[in-house]
C-alpha cells in the first residue's frame, strides 16, 4: 500500500542536526531582534530621564527656558539703545554728534 523511504541511521541524524540548527538561528534571531527593541527603548528612557553625563528632557527644556530668557533681557537693552529716550541712548549720543558736526547750508549768493 505506501512506500516508505527507509532512511539509514546517518541521514536521519544528519537532518535532525540541521533542523536543530535552524531551530537555534530562529531562536537567536528572536532574541537578537528583540533585545535590540529592548535596547532601543532602554536608550529612550536614559535620554529621557538623563544620566550623570547628559541631563534629561526636562533638564534640556529648562536650560533652554533660561537661556531664551536671556537672550531676551539682551535684546531688551539693544532695543532701549535703539531709539531716543532722555538723551542717554547711544541714538541719542548719534543725534549730538550729527548735530555738532553738521556744516550750515551754503547760500547761492557769496557774502560781500
Not at 40 to 51: K, P
Not at 96 to 106: C, D, H, L, Q
Amino acid at each position: 500500500m505506501y512506500n516508505y523511504i527507509i532512511m539509514s541511521a546517518t541521514l536521519q541524524t544528519i537532518i535532525l542536526i540541521g533542523a536543530a540548527a535552524s531551530a537555534i538561528a530562529a531562536i537567536g534571531f528572536i532574541f537578537n531582534k528583540a533585545f535590540k527593541l529592548f535596547g532601543t527603548w532602554f536608550e529612550f528612557i536614559n535620554d529621557w530621564y538623563g544620566t550623570e553625563d547628559k541631563p534629561g528632557v526636562n533638564e534640556r527644556l529648562n536650560h533652554g527656558a533660561e537661556r531664551f530668557e536671556y537672550i531676551e533681557g539682551e535684546l531688551k537693552i539693544i532695543k532701549e539703545e535703539l531709539f531716543n529716550n532722555s538723551g542717554s541712548s547711544l541714538r541719542d549720543a548719534i543725534d549730538r554728534i550729527e548735530a555738532a558736526v553738521a556744516k550750515p547750508k551754503r547760500s547761492s549768493s557769496p557774502k560781500k
